[in-house]
């Protein structure tokens, strides 16, 4: 059951030939099974730490572990073990236009390495979406609500322990947004850990999970049943000692 962890970790890009940082110092865990929300104005870092704990980039300081593994060393043919443990929508949709939607989850299937069994695969996953009718669909033929389930359906193809998803949920209908908040919770209650960058509040606040907020690119608040952005940090040991004082 894989754990991610970063450890002191901090990002720069290149921005016009000058080093930007941003991430800062962020210590953080997830544990398996957990269900994480990382909250943070635009710009605060959100995709960027998604992107670590992913293995998509690495840091320049500090170390990003799946388990105990450094993910930096996960490159060339170790990269399928990122492929089968993270299953990942990003912000940006990356399905292909030019394949329909059962050969888009057909690609992601093989390159994490199933083989003869990703038909079946495929058809799993998109049948956990209720998406089943679309496998014929090119992407330009699909609402955005129905893009979206399709995303999930591919980040799920390769039944993977972990889900990263970036604002998976954004500029949806409220209906399309309980159903997918619905699935997650689901897939959640079966063990699989879900992190995910909302803006949707109003979610957060009724489902009240841990959340974790940054603020400039550092970590302002990790509270388990947290609200929305909620920057508060109180250690579990902490929360105790408050508890025993009342
Ligand atoms: P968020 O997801 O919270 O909006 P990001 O992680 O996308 O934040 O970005 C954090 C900071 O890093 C921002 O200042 C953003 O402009 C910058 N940034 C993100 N990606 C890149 C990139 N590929 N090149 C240069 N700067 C980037």
Not at 10 to 23: G, I, N
Not at 77 to 95: A, D, H, K, S
Not at 96 to 125: E, H
Request: aromatic residues 6%; contains cysteine; positive net charge.
């Amino acid at each position: 059951m894989p754990i991610v962890r970063l450890e002191g970790v901090t990002k720069f890009y290149k921005y016009e030939r000058k080093k930007r940082m941003a991430v800062q110092d962020i210590d953080l865990t997830i544990e398996q099974g957990e269900f994480v929300f990382l909250n943070g104005s635009s710009g605060a870092g959100k995709s960027t730490v998604l992107r670590l704990l992913g293995g998509d980039i690495w840091p320049d300081k500090g170390t990003a572990f799946l388990d105990n593994t450094n993910m930096s060393h996960l490159f060339g043919p170790w990269q399928i073990r990122l492929r089968r443990t993270f299953g990942i929508v990003w912000q940006e949709p990356r399905l292909i236009r030019k394949l329909n939607i059962y050969d888009n989850l057909l690609q992601t299937a093989k390159a994490g390495g199933l083989r003869n069994k990703s038909p079946q695969a495929v058809a799993k996953a998109l049948a956990l979406v209720g998406m089943q009718h679309v496998e014929k669909c090119f992407p330009a033929e699909l609402s955005l609500s129905d893009i979206r389930h399709v995303e999930l359906a591919r980040a799920l193809v390769c039944s993977p322990p972990i889900l990263l998803l970036d604002e998976l949920t954004a500029n949806l209908e409220d209906d399309s947004i309980w159903d997918i908040f619905h699935l997650l919770m689901e897939l959640n209650s079966k063990g699989i850990t879900v992190v995910m960058v909302t803006h949707a509040s109003r979610y957060v606040n009724i489902m009240r999970r841990r959340v974790v907020t940054l603020v400039d690119g550092h970590l302002a608040g990790d509270v388990h049943n947290g609200r929305y952005a909620q920057t508060v940090n109180q250690p579990p040991t902490v929360i105790k000692a408050l508890k025993g004082k009342r």
